[in-house]
Structure formats: structure tokens, C-alpha cells
């Protein structure tokens, strides 16, 4: 079933949004209380560019919060589980921010802009809220701000060739989240090599809003000896892939552990953060719960709307957060959250629109980049 | 333009959203990432049905923050411009909130359900994050939750006789904003005299996300005789009304003096709130632009999905936030956010999407209620 999606001033629009349109997008979602494209009427086409080919993605959704002013070190510090003072200007780093009880709050890119200065690259929801009431709870003087600032993605094995041809060889060369500012055709952008796919890219942050038909058209352009297409963040490809999506993967209690964030949560540094005390408690008491990944049985099943049951011996021990026919195993793929008690032999049951399945766990991720 | 609505668990359903589906729903919006009704197909109809009848709306999107817990008054103190102790349980407050700078982060309907527990019932902006990284730097003893309450709307004229064929004759006598914790056919509810309309009615707050379906079917027979129909807040009937849409007329620098909002900001209160001194100084300089109604010359105008440049003597002096085709008016109207050295006598002109357009000002609310 379709719906309209309705939308005014409340759901802003992207400054590439009469490029998405004159190219012929068809269904939007909402995301940091912006519109974003979600497919252009061939969701498996678009799919089969990002993986073999290259495709473009107007991704403003993922907002700025901008941290600046005199203790604007200190304020990220707080809000990151990463050693902020050893990051070096240009770089960025995957930063989960959680709250005092340990609990996700997003799971943004920080770029470190200058000693002073800061971004997160958001998932959706409201960090700027969340920073002003710590910084304001806590006295510290900084500036938390949304700058007009868009990304554009760039995605698929041969996005290489095609930002190299916009900006140079040197793209080539740069390490995953890190960043540089520039500028192109008198547009001032950061071109950052990061997106929210596993199949290689970057992301454009255009750093004026009145230029995004320029942006788009020179990528659009710069991609054509290489058949760029408009695209969208997949579905499919982020759970091929175990990428994690705030909001789907998560409920306001999830914590960053039990989703396998661990890595890039530093409980043992020196420099504190909000939720440090409560994760390590976590830690040594051992996760309640594991995000991992299920094949469910049968027939092809649609793409899940909302978390559907997970049970073992009758009883229900978790979640899919999402499920999607898997195109490139092509077989029903999930992403589960579920109660680590059970053990991953279990015999398990789903409980999709389509009736109980049978399912079976598997770790994460489903595929590794490109062709199976 | 139409286009489809994309949408997964990140975006949540309401515990009516089958009762809509089976209702014949065509179009969403999204709201504290939920998926919200915007219309049924017959936006006009149901405009009327609200004007001249009675209507039931799902409006789950009007999220709780309950704030509990040892220091849950002193909390709710600092997040208010109303005095907490002086409101007794039971009733409610209409309670715009602000950060430290004065710029207003939500307008919700506070109620107080007991001396220790209090929901912020909210517009479009999430509350829960600025309220706990508030109590988190202060070091407050608090919890802020989204409980399972999903409020369904009884609004128009007639509510009034359907409410009463479910509850009693005493919903008649509820004051604005007050309410009453009940429960109604095995059905945990809390009544409140409240509704994003000007044309009266009521809120009936589901408190089991499992009982949707029964709440919707029992309101829908009981609205037989008085010929109710599903329908949504209606943008033409708020913007009549002059209603504040959180989101649509502001922008993160927009403060509540200049919304108009002041008799609902107490200034000369004692106890102590977030934004207070902030907003005394905003007060005594004086506000920078005001909120006000526009005429809109010509033929009938496509509804705003964007902010209009306001422009006087060929200089921009503000925005349109919204503007539409009044149906009781048979004229554009629209509400914008003009400077407020500019005089109300100014002969305007508004960037519309089909050309500019001549405007003259005139004061908010466009209707009264009912039939003009």
C-alpha cells in the first residue's frame, strides 16, 4: 500500500530538491525534519548501480550540529566516547553519543574543523537539543548551531574515478572520514571520503545552500563517461551490508554495546563522557541483548514497516528491526535484536505480515562489498 | 506534485494507523518521527465536517514527556513559563519552551497528573533530549520518558454531544485544558478539553497502544448520529484560526515575544525558568519582528510548502511561514513574520511560486469559530 506524503515549511526541503525532482524522484521520507529521496521509481536498478557502478545522493538530511566557541573541545569531549584531543584537524571519526544512562542517542560522524570548532555529521534526532542542555546545565560556553551545510553523495565502486575527475587524484588517497575543504567551480565544499553504503565513496558537503543545483549538476556531469545515476541510501544494501540505522535499529533504551559499537566506544581512555560510568558498568556486567543477523525462510517477504517478533521455544526473545529480500543472495535477510541469553543455534520464529516463519542466525554482515 | 511516502520502524505507527488504513487514509505526514494522517482524500470535506460537525483525528503524534521522579517539579519549574505549584492537578497549561536565549524549542500543553509526575504534551521537537541533557548537567533526579500515551481528537462543534454519549454530561463543564483520568470500556484514557482547532472539542488519551483499535471503533460508533468522519488537523482551519505550528512559523532563532506568545510566558513570575532573564531583556528592548496575517491579492494559491519572501518598498522584511486559500474567506491568507520596524499599514508584496503578489496586513486570528 502507497501513501501520499504531505509536507509545508515544517519538513524542509534540501537545497537539491528541484534537482531530485526534475530528475524524476518519486518517494521521499522525513529525516531531521527534511525531506529525503528514497527511490526514483526502479528501487533494484538503483540498487544494482550502487553496486557495480556509481550513483549520487542528495543526502542534506545528514545535518550539521556545529560546536564552536571557548570550550567547544571540552562540549564535543563530553558528547563523544573517542579521545577528541588526539584527532587531528581534517580527520573525522565514527562517535555513538550516548546519554548518562548509556544509552544511544545517535550515532554521528564528528570532523574535526579546527581546535575550536566541530561537527557532527548527524543520524535522526535532535542532537542540538541534547548539546544545549548539557552545555547549558553545565555552564560551558559554546555555540551549538546547524550550519548551511548539505551533503552530497557520491557511491559505488566507481565513485573513485568520478570525484577524482571532479577534484583531483589526490581523493584517492584520503582515509576513511577524513576530510578536506575546498572549493569547486567557486563552490565552497568539504569532500569527505565516508556514506552511508559499504561499497566505497564520498560525500560532498556543499557549504552554501543557494548552489545546490551547481553541485548537482557539475557531479552529475563529472559522472556521466562513468553512467552516474541519481540513487538514495538502499535499504537493502545497509542490511546486506549490517550497516547500523539509527531510529530503525534502535529504541530509546538500546545501548551502544549491545548493538556492536563497541569498538568505537573508548571506555578505557582518560579524557570522560556522558554515559562513560554506566557503558563500562555494562561492560563488565556483560550485554543483556546482541544485534545480529537472521535469514528468515520462504518466499520473498516486503520490506519490513515496523519491528516484527522474534521468538525461540514459543517465547519472544527480540526483534527484527528490519528485513528485506536480499538481492544479491536473493533470500529474506534481517537485522535482529535479541535477548543474549539465547543461544545463536537457537531454532527461531518470525512473525512477519505474511504468517511465522522459520529463521536462523548468522553474523553480521550478510555481504562483503560489490558481487557476491 | 504528489509523491510517495517511504518509511520503516524509524518512523513509527500509531496504535490507530490500521483503523486509518481501513478508514481510507491517503496521505501522511510525519511528526515526532511518527507517521501522521494528513488527509483522506476529500481535504475540503473534511474541512467542512470539521467546521459544521464533528470529526476524529489521530493525532498519536502529540507525544508525552513524562517528567517523574524526586525532583520532577523542580524540573518541570525549569522548562516552563508558568508557575508549577499554582497549577493544581488535573488541569493543564498551554507552556511554550525556551533555551537560555529565549529561542523557542517547543509549545506543548503541559499537564499535571500529580505533584511528581507531569507530560509535556508536544508539538514537533524533541523534548525528551533538551529536558534530559538539562537534568543531566544539573545533575537532576529525574525521569523523562515517552509513555504509551496516543491522544485521538474530538473536534468541531457537535464533539461536544459525542464526547458526552461516551463519558457523561460532566465533559461539558471541563475548563480549557483540564482533564480527567478514566477509563472507558476497560480502556485506560485520560479526557482533556484541548485540540489543535479553533472549533472546539476534546483529546481523548489512549494509554494502552494494544486498545487503539477499540478507542477508534467506540468513538466511531458513538459519533454515528452526529455523522462523524475521520479527518486530520486541516492547515486552512489552523491557519483561519491563527494557530502556531511549531516548525512551520518558526525557525531555531525565533523566540515566543515575537510569536505573540506572551501572555502564556510568564515574565514577573518568582520561581526561576529557562530563558527567563533572556526573554525580560527581549521584552524591555523590544521584539524584533511580530507574527501577523496577510491578504494575498489574486487568484487562489497553491498552499506554502516553503516560507515566501515578504517584501516592502522591494526590500525583504520577512517571511510567509504558510499561507493558503481560506475556504469561509474565499481568499489568500497566509501568517508571516515581518520586522517589526516595518508599519502594519505597508504596502507588501509575497514571492509566491505562481509570481508576486500584492499583500496588505491585517491582526491573526482570520476567523472566529463556526461559519463566518
Not at 509545508?8 to 529521496?37: E, H, W
Not at 548539557?134 to 552530497?152: F, H, M, N, R
Not at 526473545?317 to 536473493?330: D, E, K, P
Amino acid at each position: 500500500m502507497t501513501f501520499d506524503i504531505s509536507y509545508n515549511a515544517r519538513i524542509r526541503k534540501s537545497p537539491f530538491f528541484d534537482c531530485t525532482v526534475a530528475d524524476g524522484v518519486k518517494a521521499f521520507t522525513t529525516y531531521n525534519q527534511m525531506l529525503m529521496p528514497a527511490h526514483y521509481g526502479d528501487p533494484e536498478g538503483e540498487y544494482w548501480r550502487l553496486i557495480d557502478g556509481v550513483s549520487m545522493w542528495d543526502v542534506s538530511v545528514e545535518r550539521q550540529a556545529q560546536i564552536s566557541g571557548p570550550d567547544a573541545a571540552r562540549m564535543t569531549q563530553l558528547l563523544v566516547p573517542r579521545d577528541v584531543s588526539k584527532i587531528r584537524i581534517g580527520q573525522g571519526r565514527y562517535a555513538p553519543i550516548s546519554d548518562a544512562q548509556g544509552r544511544l542517542l545517535n550515532d554521528p560522524v564528528l570532523l574535526k574543523l579546527d581546535h575550536d570548532r566541530y561537527w557532527l555529521s548527524l543520524a535522526d534526532s535532535n542532537i542540538w537539543l541534547w548539546a544545549r542542555g548539557v552545555a547549558y546545565g553545565l555552564g560551558l560556553d559554546v555555540e551549538i548551531t546547524e550550519p548551511d551545510v548539505s551533503p552530497l553523495a557520491i557511491q559505488g565502486p566507481k565513485s573513485f574515478d568520478v570525484t577524482a575527475s571532479i577534484f583531483g587524484d589526490w581523493v584517492r588517497s584520503l582515509a576513511y572520514f577524513a576530510f578536506h575543504e575546498t572549493v569547486i567551480a567557486g563552490i565552497p565544499v568539504v569532500v569527505a571520503r565516508s556514506g552511508w553504503s559499504h561499497q566505497g565513496g564520498f560525500e560532498i558537503y556543499l557549504k552554501d545552500g543557494t548552489r545546490g543545483k551547481d553541485l548537482w549538476n557539475l557531479v552529475k556531469e563529472a559522472g556521466q563517461p562513468f553512467d552516474i545515476g541519481p540513487g538514495t541510501p538502499t535499504t537493502v544494501e545497509r542490511v546486506e551490508s549490517g550497516l547500523l540505522s539509527y531510529g530503525t535499529d534502535t529504541r530509546p533504551d538500546t545501548n551502544g554495546l549491545e548493538l556492536g559499537l563497541g569498538k568505537f566506544i573508548n571506555l578505557d581512555m582518560e579524557p570522560d563522557f556522558v554515559g562513560k560510568s554506566a557503558l563500562r558498568r555494562i561492560r563488565d556486567e556483560g550485554i543483556a541483548r546482541r544485534r545480529t543477523g537472521l535469514f528468515i525462510d520462504g518466499e520473498r517477504l516486503p520490506t519490513a514497516e515496523e519491528h516484527w517478533p522474534v521468538l525461540a521455544d514459543g517465547e519472544q526473545v527480540g526483534v527484527c528491526t528490519i528485513a528485506v529480500f536480499s538481492l544479491r543472495l536473493q533470500r529474506n535477510i534481517a537485522i535482529a535484536i535479541i535477548e543474549n541469553t539465547v543461544p545463536d543455534s537457537a531454532s527461531y520464529s518470525v512473525e512477519t505480515p505474511d504468517g511465522t516463519r522459520e529463521a536462523t542466525e548468522t553474523p553480521l554482515p550478510f555481504c562483503t562489498p560489490g558481487r557476491v
